[in-house]
């Protein structure tokens, strides 16, 4: 699909090239420590960081989140019962379906049926009513050639 070779010089651009200069490392003076009584909780907290930074705030009693409220519980057989309600009501559903799918397969063959007897019948009164000629299989008698003698008809 690419050519192998190419017999054209590639196009050259001016290309600058950045190289990022480090930031000089942060002068950290560790802060003194603050010393905080076991029993109590002071007003403002501080709190010594890895590093040596102290962070110092207000203290923030946690939100105790509300109370679920508890469900009734639900027995057993109600659930069974609802279920088959839902159940019966489904089939229930399904049936009415399955009748009125009978009901118009049942129209539509008695069409099929009385369109099927309404071209037989045409095609019948065509064959009795054409007169197209001579009809095989039946006697064909020429009266104004026969001869009459006797209540005997002779060619």
């Not at 110092?56 to 409220?69: C, H, L, M, S």
Request: one cysteine or more; a positive charge; aromatic letters at 8%.
């Amino acid at each position: 699909m690419y050519p192998e070779n190419t017999q054209h010089v590639p196009a050259q651009r001016a290309v600058e090239v950045h190289h990022p200069a480090p930031y000089p490392p942060a002068t950290v003076t560790p802060a003194p420590l603050v010393p905080v009584q076991p029993n109590a909780v002071p007003a403002v907290a501080s709190i010594v960081l890895p590093d040596g930074r102290v962070v110092t705030g207000y203290a923030i009693n946690p939100t105790q989140p509300e109370p679920v409220a508890t469900k009734p519980a639900i027995s057993r057989a109600a659930v069974n019962v609802a279920l088959g309600g839902v159940g019966f009501l489904a089939v229930c559903g399904g049936l009415i379906l399955l009748t009125s799918f009978i009901a118009a397969l049942t129209a539509f063959i008695t069409q099929l049926i009385t369109l099927a007897a309404v071209i037989f019948g045409g095609w019948i009164a065509v064959q009795i009513f054409s007169a197209s000629g001579p009809r095989e299989g039946g006697t064909t008698v020429n009266i104004r050639k026969a001869v009459i003698k006797r209540n005997k008809f002779y060619s």
